[in-house]
C-alpha cells in the first residue's frame, strides 16, 4: 500500500514539473527560483487522503539532539518522524544521517511524505565566511551571492534542504549581540545584501539539489530591542519599522524565498509569532508572499511569558489563526491543533492553507521525485571545502576588513619585517570562525599569528593577557616583544562568543585587560598597528588615539588568517566599509546616519539649546560607509543629466572618481540623497546607491548612478507609498558624512 502511494506521487509530481517557469525578473541578478510561482498537484491530492494528524504532522518542526540552540523538549524525535507527528527536522544533517532518518519518514510513515532539513548556515556551511556583519562591510552583493551558493552546494550535498537565513533585521544598537548576524544599518544596502543572499541559496530553479530555501529572518524588527538586551521589547512606529526595517524583509521575499521566519519580540503589544498584521497583512496581502512561516524556537511557547496566551493551547490557536504555520520546537501544534480544529476554533481551510505552503516548499525543492536527492556521499565529499571555495572564503574576508586608521602609512607592511604579535586573540584560530558557524570546524584553520609568521621576516609572539581575565603579569613579556621587533601587530577584541545569540553586553568597550595591554605597548612609542576581532560596533576611541594603524577584521572566517595577513602585507589592499556607525561611546547610541533634522539641530558651535550632548560631540567616531584602503580618491562635482525630472522621468548624476595615490585601490562610490521638505520629516540623508570601483594609480572613472521616482519615494503622511514633489540634495561621496551637494528638483 505504502510504496504504491509513493509511486502514485512520485508519478504525479513527474508529470506536474512540465509546469511553466516565471521568467527571469531582475537583469543580472538569478532569476527568482524559476519554479517559485508554480503549484504542484501532488499537493492537492496528498490533501485529499491525508488525516488531520498527518496533516498537523507537516506543520511541526523538531529538533535532532544534534546542535540546539534552546530549551531542549523532547528527545524522540525519531519515534515523532515515525509515527508521522513531525515532518520537518531541524539541526540533523551529513548525507548519511540524513538519509537514515529520511527513510524512515519515506518508507515507515502511511503516506511516505519527505522530510524537510533545516539549519543555521548563517555564514557558510563547512567553509565559513566572515561573519554577517562583516560581509556586509563588503558592499560587495555579487561576492556575497556567490558565499551564499557554496553555503547551499555545502549544505545540499549534507543533505539539508533550508537554511535559517538571511538575517534581515537592521540594527542600531551594538548592545545587542546578534547585531554580528546582520548587514548593519542600512534598509538600502541591507535590502541589496538580503536579496544578494536569496538569489545565492536558492539560485534559478530551487528544484536543483544544489540550492537550499531561504528563510527570512527574524519577522519583524527583532534588531531593535530597548536597551540592546536579546529577546527584549520592541516598539516603534508603524512608519518607522516600514521606512527604516521591513525593507531588507521584503527585498528578500521579492527575490523568492520561500520561507519566513517571525520573531521573538512584539510588535505593537502582539509577539510576532502571533502578530496576523505583520504575518497576514504585510507579508501576505501586501508583498504576496506564498512559501510558510515557521515560528523562532519555541516562540508558540514563548507567547505565554509575553502574557498574551494563558497556555500553550491558546497560544497554538492564536499563531496558526495569524499566518504562523510552522511550530519550532514548542511542541503546541502537535499537541493541541487536533482539538482546536475539531472544535473548530481553527478552520478546517486555515489548515489546509498551511499544510498546503509546507508541501508547496517541499514540492518546489523536488523532494517528491526523489526524496533522497540531497543525500549523496559522494557529493558530500566533492563539494565541501574546497579550492575554489576557500579561494571565495578569503576574497570575502579580504573585502570585509575595514581599515579605519593608518598613520603614516604605516600599512602596508613590507614582508620580511620583524614584528611582535601581542595580543589573547591572535593566536586562536577559533575564534576566526565566530558565532554561528554552522558545520564549521576548527581544524586546517590558522590563526592570525599563523598567517603572518608566513609573510613576516621574524615573529615573536606575547599573547600578554587573557581576553578577558584581571592580571597583567604577561605585560613585560609582551613590552620586550614589542621593543625588539620593527613593528608590533596587536590582536585584541572580543572573544566570539560575546556576541550572536543571547550575547548582549551593557559595555561596548574591549576588555579592559587588554586596553591597559595596548596603553603598557604604546608607552613604548613603537610603531603599533592594532588589528580587531569583535562582532559589534565597539567604543574604541582610546585605542584608535594609541594605536597608528587599525585594522577592523570582524571575525574573517575560514581564511580570515590569510586574508588579514595578505592585508597587512600588502598582497591585497583594504576594500571594506562600515555598514554600520562607530560611536564615540555607547552615550550616543543610537546612533546612524540617517538621523533626522529636529527643530533645533545643532547648526552653532557652543549654543546651549540646540541639539547636542554637554560632554561629547554629536559626530561619530567613524560614520556610516567609512574606511580607508593603502592609496587615497578624489571625487568631482556631481553632474546631473537634468536639474528635474517628473513621474515618469528619471535623470542621471555621475561623478569623477580619480585614484591620487600610488597604488591601485577599491572605492566604494556611495550615493546618497535629501528630501528638503516632506509631509512628514526625512532624513538627513538616505544611501540610494554605490558602487565598488577599483582604479589604478591616476586614473579616473566617471561613475554614475540613475534616479527614479523609486529612489526619491517613502511613506507619506497618509502612509502611502510614493514620492513628493519639492527640493532634493545629492551626494556622491566615499562615506555617509559628505557635505557636499547638488541640488535638484522632483516635479509631479
Ligand atoms: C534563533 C534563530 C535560529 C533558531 C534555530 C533561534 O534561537 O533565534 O535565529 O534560526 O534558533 O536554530
Request: glycine share 8%; net charge negative.
Amino acid at each position: 500500500m505504502k510504496k504504491s502511494f509513493l509511486y502514485f506521487f512520485a508519478l504525479l509530481a513527474l508529470v506536474s514539473c512540465g509546469g511553466e517557469a516565471t521568467a527571469p525578473q531582475r537583469g543580472e541578478d538569478p532569476a527568482r527560483a524559476a519554479n517559485f510561482d508554480k503549484t504542484y498537484p501532488i499537493v492537492d491530492s496528498l490533501l485529499r487522503v491525508m488525516t488531520l494528524d498527518e496533516k498537523i504532522g507537516q506543520l511541526v518542526l523538531y529538533t535532532s539532539d544534534w546542535d540546539v540552540t534552546g530549551p531542549s523538549i523532547r528527545d524522540g524525535y525519531v519515534d515523532d518522524i515515525r509515527a508521522g507527528k513531525c515532518g520537518n527536522i531541524f539541526n540533523a544533517y551529513t548525507a548519511e544521517y540524513t538519509r537514515k532518518l529520511q527513510e524512515i519518514a519515506v518508507n515507515e510513515t502511511r503516506l511516505g511524505i519527505p522530510l524537510l532539513f533545516g539549519y543555521d548556515v548563517i555564514h557558510g556551511f563547512r567553509t565559513i565566511f566572515p561573519i554577517n556583519l562583516g560581509i556586509s562591510a563588503s558592499w560587495d552583493p555579487e561576492l556575497i551571492r556567490q558565499s551564499a551558493r557554496i553555503a547551499a552546494r555545502e549544505a545540499a550535498a549534507a543533505g539539508l534542504h533550508w537554511t535559517y537565513s538571511p538575517m534581515c533585521d537592521i540594527c542600531v544598537e551594538p548592545r545587542w549581540g546578534r547585531i554580528s548576524e546582520g548587514a548593519g544599518e542600512d534598509a538600502f544596502l541591507g535590502s541589496a545584501i538580503s536579496r544578494a543572499m536569496v538569489y545565492g541559496y536558492q539560485g534559478a530553479d530551487l528544484s536543483d539539489p544544489m540550492t537550499i530555501a531561504a528563510c527570512v529572518k527574524h519577522f519583524a524588527a527583532y534588531g531593535a530591542p530597548h536597551a540592546g538586551r536579546d529577546y527584549n521589547t520592541v516598539d516603534m512606529s508603524e512608519r518607522w519599522l516600514r521606512e527604516f526595517y521591513l525593507p531588507p524583509y521584503k527585498a528578500a521575499v521579492d527575490a523568492g524565498a520561500q520561507t519566513v521566519m517571525a520573531s521573538f519580540n512584539e510588535y505593537d503589544g502582539t509577539p510576532a509569532t502571533a502578530n496576523a498584521h505583520l504575518l497576514t497583512e504585510i507579508l501576505r496581502d501586501e508583498w504576496g508572499f506564498d512559501g510558510f512561516v515557521v515560528s523562532d524556537y519555541t516562540g508558540i511557547m514563548e507567547m505565554i511569558n509575553h502574557g498574551t496566551s494563558k497556555d500553550l493551547e491558546e497560544a497554538s490557536i492564536q499563531a496558526l489563526n495569524a499566518g504562523n504555520d510552522m511550530d519550532m520546537q514548542s511542541g503546541g501544534y502537535d499537541e493541541f491543533l487536533k482539538k482546536a480544529v475539531e472544535e473548530g476554533k481553527i478552520s478546517k481551510k486555515t489548515l489546509d492553507e498551511a499544510v498546503r505552503r509546507v508541501l508547496t516548499v517541499k514540492a518546489r525543492l523536488g523532494l517528491f521525485e526523489d526524496p533522497f536527492r540531497y543525500c549523496s556521499a559522494e557529493r558530500e565529499a566533492a563539494e565541501t571545502k574546497t579550492d575554489a571555495n576557500l579561494l571565495a572564503a578569503r576574497t570575502l574576508a579580504e573585502e570585509s576588513c575595514v581599515l579605519l586608521k593608518n598613520h603614516n602609512n604605516i600599512l602596508p607592511l613590507k614582508q620580511g619585517t620583524s614584528v611582535a604579535v601581542i595580543g589573547p586573540l591572535a593566536d586562536s584560530a577559533d575564534d576566526l570562525l565566530g558565532t554561528w558557524r554552522g558545520a564549521g570546524q576548527v581544524d586546517g584553520v590558522k590563526s592570525l599569528l599563523d598567517g603572518i609568521k608566513e609573510m613576516a621576516g621574524s615573529v615573536t609572539y606575547a599573547p600578554g593577557c587573557d581576553v578577558e581575565k584581571e592580571g597583567q603579569a604577561g605585560f613585560s613579556q609582551a613590552e620586550y616583544a614589542a621593543r625588539k621587533a620593527s613593528v608590533t601587530v596587536m590582536v585584541l577584541g572580543e572573544p566570539c562568543d560575546w556576541s550572536g545569540e543571547a550575547a548582549s553586553r551593557t559595555s561596548i568597550k574591549i576588555p579592559e585587560v587588554q586596553s591597559e595591554l595596548l596603553k603598557r605597548i604604546a608607552a613604548t612609542g613603537q610603531p603599533i598597528v592594532l588589528v580587531l576581532m569583535n562582532g559589534r560596533p565597539l567604543d574604541i576611541s582610546e585605542e584608535v588615539e594609541l594605536a597608528d594603524a587599525v585594522l577592523e577584521a570582524w571575525y574573517p572566517g575560514t581564511m580570515g588568517a590569510e586574508a588579514v595577513a595578505r592585508l597587512l602585507f600588502g598582497e591585497a589592499s583594504p576594500s571594506g566599509r562600515l555598514s554600520v556607525t562607530f560611536p564615540r561611546n555607547l552615550g550616543q547610541v543610537p546612533i546612524y546616519y540617517y538621523a533626522k533634522n529636529t527643530g533645533r539641530p545643532y547648526v552653532h558651535p557652543g549654543a546651549k539649546y540646540e541639539s547636542r550632548y554637554l560632554d561629547c560631540e554629536n559626530a561619530p567616531l567613524f560614520p556610516f560607509g567609512y574606511g580607508l584602503t593603502y592609496t587615497t580618491f578624489s571625487y568631482g562635482k556631481p553632474e546631473l543629466s537634468a536639474d528635474s525630472f517628473g513621474p515618469k522621468g528619471s535623470i542621471t548624476a555621475k561623478a569623477t572618481v580619480t585614484n591620487t595615490g600610488s597604488r591601485e585601490g577599491t572605492e566604494v562610490v556611495q550615493l546618497y540623497l535629501r528630501d528638503m521638505v516632506g509631509s512628514v520629516t526625512r532624513p538627513l540623508k538616505m544611501l540610494r546607491g554605490f558602487e565598488r570601483v577599483t582604479l589604478a594609480p591616476g586614473e579616473s572613472r566617471d561613475v554614475e548612478f540613475t534616479i527614479t521616482p523609486e529612489e526619491l519615494s517613502f511613506w507619506r503622511k497618509d502612509m502611502t507609498f510614493g514620492p513628493e514633489a519639492g527640493e532634493f540634495r545629492l551626494f556622491i561621496a566615499g562615506d555617509s558624512s559628505a557635505e557636499d551637494f547638488v541640488t535638484f528638483t522632483y516635479n509631479e
